[in-house]
């Protein structure tokens, strides 16, 4: 059964650019790619959301390739305030239908 | 403006008690949805809906059931509650569609003893 799977965790220096990716092999053809940020007992929030190539906004940019089978999150500059689990969501196709599928998630954890 | 919101916060119940969920939204959303999130997990989707008095199974329905009869509000019924539902539960919505951009509750902690 395909499953969207990321790093289980990743460290990193306030300051440095992070990227997370994301590896979707079954991603339904018509469906975009979305990440979220989740800190401790809240609910996950919108960081980007994209189709192809790269999106970038004023937080993040995200690296989709042509096939689409994985994405990558890109968090520049990073500070302590970004420790928190990214989550990519997509639609994995299920027959001639598509199924939403959060990743498996990256805990970031980010020191001085 | 408050989002979306979730009652209550917080439950402890005993195996085979019911209780039902309340998930609200004043954004004018057509999609809502029920998420759980087990310790260490990412969140897997319980059921959904696609507008006022529709509802969809996700991929983990069983032991849930789901009601939409107002279109800001989606309720989660647990009608015997059993340890392995013991989790917190998210609810979402999205203005119009699947893969637009949810806003999630805060999460309603339950424990079943």
């Known amino acids: 059964l395909a499953k969207t799977t990321q790093p289980i965790s990743m460290d990193s220096y306030e300051g440095q650019e992070v990227n997370i990716t994301c590896s979707h092999n079954n991603i339904a053809t018509n469906d975009y790619i979305t990440w979220y940020q989740q800190f401790p007992s809240q609910g996950p929030r919108f960081i980007i959301q994209?189709?192809?190539t790269k999106v970038t906004n004023e937080v993040a940019s995200l690296f989709i390739p042509a096939d689409r089978k994985s994405s990558t999150l890109s968090l520049p500059r990073v500070s302590l305030s970004d420790t928190a689990v990214y989550y990519c969501l997509v639609g994995e196709r299920t027959g001639t239908a598509s199924k939403l599928t959060f990743g498996t998630g990256t805990r970031l954890q980010v020191t001085l | 403006n408050a989002g979306v919101t979730q009652t209550p916060k917080f439950r402890v119940l005993k195996t085979g008690q019911s209780m039902t969920l309340l998930c609200a939204q004043d954004?004018?959303?057509?999609?809502m949805y029920w998420y759980r999130q087990d310790p260490g997990m990412g969140l897997r989707l319980i059921h959904y809906?696609?507008?006022?008095?529709?509802?969809a199974k996700g991929e983990v329905p069983d032991g849930y059931n789901v009601s939409r009869l107002k279109k800001q509000n989606f309720l989660l019924g647990l009608e015997s509650a059993a340890p392995s539902q013991t989790s917190v539960y998210f609810c979402?919505?999205?203005?119009?569609?699947?893969?637009?951009?949810?806003?999630f509750g805060p999460g309603t902690r339950l424990l079943v003893l």
């Open positions: 979402a919505s999205s203005l119009s569609g699947r893969l637009e951009t949810q806003y």
């Open positions: 994209g189709y192809k």
């Open positions: 809906s696609v507008g006022e008095g529709t509802t």
């Open positions: 954004m004018n959303h057509e999609y």
